[in-house]
């Protein structure tokens, strides 16, 4: 199988599709099977509709159960994503499939109005995104975000929103309007401050420097934004998340939050290969200290512990984080959400547009 240190993506390669019983491949004299690659895979955009627009997880270590993902797939191409493995049951894979084949949504904003609308339906917060960035690079041609976060606005829907990319800027004037009406939050997801180490890790995302400006000028706004440091990876990105925390408070955030690198499914094999073509001299150690993270594996379904880890290296990661938090962001908190103004159970008509 081939792997390609391809610029702007984060797989080396496409996996076979555990759910599919053939593959296409081509077939060399020599007796070689080798999948077929581009130099520069294009990105293909398929429309799909959508019955449900909301997500719903009962994970107890989750804060928010619902959440609305108006893409499936991300060019973002972070290696370490969870949503990977999701792709495959939409008949991709979670290599470069995953960052080059995205689904686009295009009635998930009709389908949330007419859920808001539902007599039974009660208002709880919903995230964008629970799943891929609402705001990757397709969002600038589609705008389903934008359209999702104008629903929320007229029906007076909470929403919480974390993103990598800086395109959320294009928003403001929305976030404004929903921060005045205590209607959002914005979290800026933030794991590391090194640029070189952006372009291997998270290539199509947002450097830190542009999250932390755009921060600093939502919050001058009164856009309340907090961050998350996720996925920590020991060996890679550990040695920032003090520096994070404290370059976010500086900037105005008001809570943060962490969780540590797992990798479930097809990822362990994706983020070996992706170790040993960027970090071949540390790749062993790395995957040893994520093994240790979650009982010896590199996969973890552990409600409580798949999250935050445990062991002497979850200890001493949370021992880090408390202490940044103490230190940079004791007495703030995000403002509770306003649910009595909402509009929905077919009510919208009844007030001024």
């Given at each position: ?27 060399f004299?020599?007796?070689?099977d ?5 130099e ?32 499936q ?106 921060a ?26 947002a ?36 520096s ?5 408070a500086?900037?105005?955030?008001l ?18 290969d ?23 594996s ?16 979850a ?26 103004a ?12």
């Amino acid at each position: 199988m081939n792997r390609h240190l391809t610029k702007g993506r984060g797989a080396g390669y496409s996996p076979p599709n555990k759910f599919q019983q053939s593959e296409l491949v081509q077939e060399f004299i020599e007796g070689l099977d080798e999948e077929i690659l581009t130099e520069k895979p294009a990105t293909k955009f398929i429309e799909v509709q959508v019955k449900n627009p909301l997500s719903k997880n009962d994970s107890p270590d989750l804060l928010l159960n619902y959440s609305v993902n108006p893409y499936q797939g991300c060019e973002h191409g972070c290696i370490y994503c969870y949503a990977r493995n999701s792709h495959q049951y939409w008949g991709y894979d979670s290599g470069l499939g995953f960052e080059t084949t995205i689904l686009v949504k295009k009635d998930i904003v009709q389908t949330l109005k007419k859920t808001f609308e539902c007599i039974s339906y009660k208002p709880q917060v919903i995230l964008l995104s629970g799943n891929t960035d609402c705001y990757q690079p397709a969002e600038r041609t589609y705008r389903l975000t934008r359209g999702i976060l104008e629903a929320c606005l007229a029906y007076r829907h909470p929403v919480s929103i974390i993103t990598k990319n800086v395109l959320i800027k294009r928003d403001m004037d929305l976030l404004v309007e929903l921060a005045k009406h205590r209607l959002v939050h914005v979290y800026f997801s933030i794991n590391h401050l090194d640029p070189s180490l952006k372009s291997m890790l998270e290539p199509r995302t947002a450097s830190a420097a542009k999250k932390l400006t755009l921060l600093a000028d939502f919050s001058a706004h009164g856009i309340p934004c907090g961050i998350m440091v996720a996925p920590i990876i020991p060996g890679i990105n550990l040695q920032d998340m003090t520096s994070i925390v404290q370059q976010s408070a500086d900037a105005g955030a008001l809570k943060a939050g962490y969780t540590v690198v797992r990798l479930n499914g097809q990822l362990g094999d994706l983020f070996r290969d992706w170790l040993e073509r960027y970090f071949p001299d540390r790749a062993s150690k790395v995957l040893n200290q994520i093994q240790s993270l979650h009982g010896g594996s590199l996969n973890d379904a552990n409600w409580g512990r798949r999250m935050k880890g445990e062991g002497t290296m979850a200890e001493l990661i949370r021992q880090m984080f408390q202490a940044a938090s103490t230190k940079y962001l004791s007495n703030r908190t995000m403002p509770d959400y306003d649910f009595s103004a909402f509009r929905g159970n077919g009510q919208l008509s009844l007030f001024p547009s």
